[in-house]
């Protein structure tokens, strides 16, 4: 039987804390709670985690900034709950590298949904093939396998687990254009928001990573009104010398 996966939610409220175990445990999940950064620290020390939910306003640090800690180190996927419902807020939360998030007061339904839709994204390997691949474009790379992207001087760029699937799935259909709507509904699940930026802040964040390496800069293109377009070559170099995943996934036994 495949293990249930494990979800962490770190909220200073208590009642909030506790409604969210229980609806997610009846949801099929192991959970685990915590209340402030000290003990979500203690939780992603002892046990493996799948996603986080990490409240923004928290006694101590802040989950803005546990998120960008946490983000420095692994690729675990973050959904961010704020009670502050403007845009730079939550532009902020996905610029230090959250995946999603929900602003308070929210339903408990809605963020199961959005659960789910990361953790259908970030179950296997993308793009989807019998065998995990070796993307190749101008002298880069992107091994599905090890779920690596590295630049031409064979230097390995850090991808959380939005910027990796969404790199594949422009690698993948390259050199089309791909619209945000399809990228919203694919990446964010059915509870994409046609006007959401966060896929402009994931294409802006994977966009400053490509830089890291020569010719770069010009790989991702805005198509004013339609979407994005993968200007490369994209060239299919065969079979990943590793099925698994790079440490850091938030996976476990």
Known sequence: MERARHLLVVDDDPEIRDMLHDFLVKSGFRVSTAGDGREMARVLAQWPVDLIVLDVMLPGEDGTSLCRSLRAKSETPVIMLTAMGSEVDRIVGLEVGADDYLVKPFSARELLA??????RRCGGPEPVRERPRVLGFAGWSLDQGRRELRTPDRVVVHLSQGEYALLGTLLERAPQ?????????????????????????????LRRKLEEGPGGSALIKTVRGIGYQFTATVVDQGESVSSGTSAGTGRGA
Not at 114 to 119: F, K, W
Not at 190 to 205: A, G, L
Request: glycine residues 2%; proline residues 3%; aromatic residues 2%.
């Open 177 to 205: 254009v791909v619209e945000r709507t399809e990228l919203l509904e694919k990446h964010r699940g059915d509870t994409s928001i046609p006007f959401d930026r966060s896929i402009d802040i994931q294409i802006s964040r």
């Open 114 to 119: 959005r659960i789910r839709a990361i953790l």
